[in-house]
């Protein structure tokens, strides 16, 4: 089965490995949420869906506890993205060493601290909501010099906003008749309206230099 597949039919393939696994499903889950938001190696893992599903299979068959989850994977989120910020930050001074290279010139350097300083906590929210982009948004803020306690806040702020939401989304709807008959077009609605705000601003920036 392909990756497309298993996201869009990831209710089933979840139940399968809690039939299968039981508690173990729990350590699945957090490396899963660990390793999507912690390295940028891996931005296609499933986490809008995953959340989603893991709170509806949790309502419809009590194998799971919500609150458990809750925790653990907030946990997995703020470890992730703090361990991909301290390696942004770690290699960012030596990616940006010279002041003559083209790709890893010093202004940008200087630029993305400026802009992590002024716009870093609202950046880290909204892209915990991007597929891909929340990947990489905790990585730039490291290489950004984003203050580390401000990160770390909004690191755990954006964490229960994002588990928390999607969590309790698929635990107080997911066993809906109608989205259970219809649950891969719920998990297309989850990634196009996730990616909206990316493509709205892309157009936006877009309009915006052909018309400058």
Partial sequence: MSLLQHVLHIDQSLLAFVNLYGAWVYAILFIIIFCETGLVITPFLPGDSLLFAA???TAGTQ???IYLLLVLLV????LG???NYL?????GPRLFSSQHTWLFN???LHDTHRFYEKHGGKTIIIARFLPIIRTFAPFVAGIGHMNMKHFAFYNLFSA???VGGLLYLGY?????????????LAIYTIIVVSLLPAVITFSRQWVSNKTS
């Avoid at 946990?75 to 703020?78: F, G, I, K, W």
């Avoid at 390696?87 to 290699?91: N, S």
């Avoid at 107080?172 to 891969?184: C, D, M």
């Fill in 55 to 57: 709170g509806t299979i």
């Fill in 63 to 65: 194998k799971l506890d």
């Fill in 75 to 78: 946990l997995a989120s703020t």
């Fill in 81 to 83: 993205n703090k361990l």
């Fill in 87 to 91: 390696i942004g930050r770690f290699i």
């Fill in 106 to 108: 010093k202004k940008y």
């Fill in 160 to 162: 229960f906003l994002w």
């Fill in 172 to 184: 107080f709807f997911g066993n809906l008749p109608f989205i259970q008959a219809h649950f891969s």
